[in-house]
Nanobody, 121 residues
Framework: QVQLLESGGGLVQPGGSLRLSCATS????????MSWVRQAPGKGPEWVSGINTDGDRRYYADSVKGRFTIARDNAKNTLYLQMNSLKPEDTALYFC??????????????RGQGTQVTVSS
């Protein structure tokens, strides 16, 4: 079955960096666009970033543009999110998600359990 396992979260000071990873299995990773989604306490899910199957087209929410970089390694079936210049408002549970075929990056049908990112001094 489809499995998505995020890692790399943690506690970081404002201005710091983290790199999230998402190891996948149970499907042909190279055949699907992938996204990162986050959810802060008491709020709904927020789409953060998406990447197409080949990795040559990347999309970002305005809130993270210029600070976050999404990438994928199809040989390793792994998705990444490099997060720089982190702000307290980036604090959330971060999920990787498999995008539904042919639909928008924010339209996903599988997601992992998430990894917690906390930005605080």
């Amino acid at each position: 079955q489809v499995q998505l396992l995020e890692s790399g979260g943690g506690l970081v000071q404002p201005g710091g960096s983290l790199r999230l990873s998402c190891a996948t299995s149970g499907f042909t990773f190279s055949g699907y666009a992938m996204s990162w989604v986050r959810q802060a306490p008491g709020k709904g899910p927020e789409w953060v970033s998406g990447i197409n199957t080949d990795g040559d087209r990347r999309y970002y929410a305005d809130s993270v543009k210029g600070r976050f970089t999404i990438a994928r390694d199809n040989a390793k079936n792994t998705l990444y999110l490099q997060m720089n210049s982190l702000k307290p408002e980036d604090t959330a549970l971060y999920f990787c998600a498999r995008v539904r075929l042919g639909l928008a990056m924010s339209n996903y049908n599988y997601r992992g359990q998430g990894t917690q990112v906390t930005v605080s001094s």
